[in-house]
């Protein structure tokens, strides 16, 4: 397989959250931010009602309301911020760059404006399908990233599918996967 693509900051975007999605930190996180806090709220609203300031127990009850409605919204939104903020300072060298990618054998090349990189198809773990992007995932923790828009699928998802079945390496599909 040889194809050819460019690198845009909502490839690494994408990848950064799919990344996050599964990341069990941030999973762990999340979930402590969208219920602790509200819980809190509601608890405190409680302990108001109970010592017989209704006001405070009101605004408690709002406020846990509130953030059960809009945080998740916010969230999202924050995440995506700080992704692109980290991206467009970290990955700027990166983006928009011509990317040759090889499959020969039992190596993947890749060549950019930057580097050249010769990675063992050992070293990868699994291979991901996105509903913008192919992840080709290494036990090292980093990824080879191949933008679907600008490359024939049909052709790169046969070849994926012979490496994943000729190297034992599972192909995921996740094309329902959203960042939420």
Do not use: C
Not at 98 to 117: P, R
Not at 134 to 139: K, Q, V
């Amino acid at each position: 397989m040889d194809i050819s693509y460019i690198l845009r900051e909502e490839d690494y975007l994408q990848f950064n959250l799919y990344v996050a999605s599964n990341s069990k930190v941030v999973k762990r996180r999340r979930i402590l931010s969208r219920y602790v806090v509200p819980a809190a709220y509601l608890i405190f609203a409680l302990i108001s009602f109970y010592m017989n300031a209704m006001i405070m127990g009101v605004i408690f009850l709002i406020f846990s309301i509130l953030w059960v409605l809009l945080f998740p919204a916010y969230e999202v939104k924050k995440y995506v911020k700080a992704y692109k903020k980290y991206i467009q300072s970290n990955l700027s060298r990166s983006l928009n760059n011509q990317v040759e990618l090889k499959v020969k054998d039992d190596f993947i090349y890749l060549n950019d404006h930057t580097s050249e990189h010769k990675i063992s198809i050992a070293s990868l773990y699994e291979l991901v399908e996105l509903p913008s992007i192919f992840l080709l995932s290494s036990d090292v923790g980093s990824a080879i990233l191949i933008p679907k828009d600008q490359i024939d699928v049909s052709l790169v998802k046969q070849n994926l599918m012979d490496l994943s079945r000729t190297h034992k390496i599972p192909l995921i599909e996740k094309l329902d996967w959203k960042w939420r």
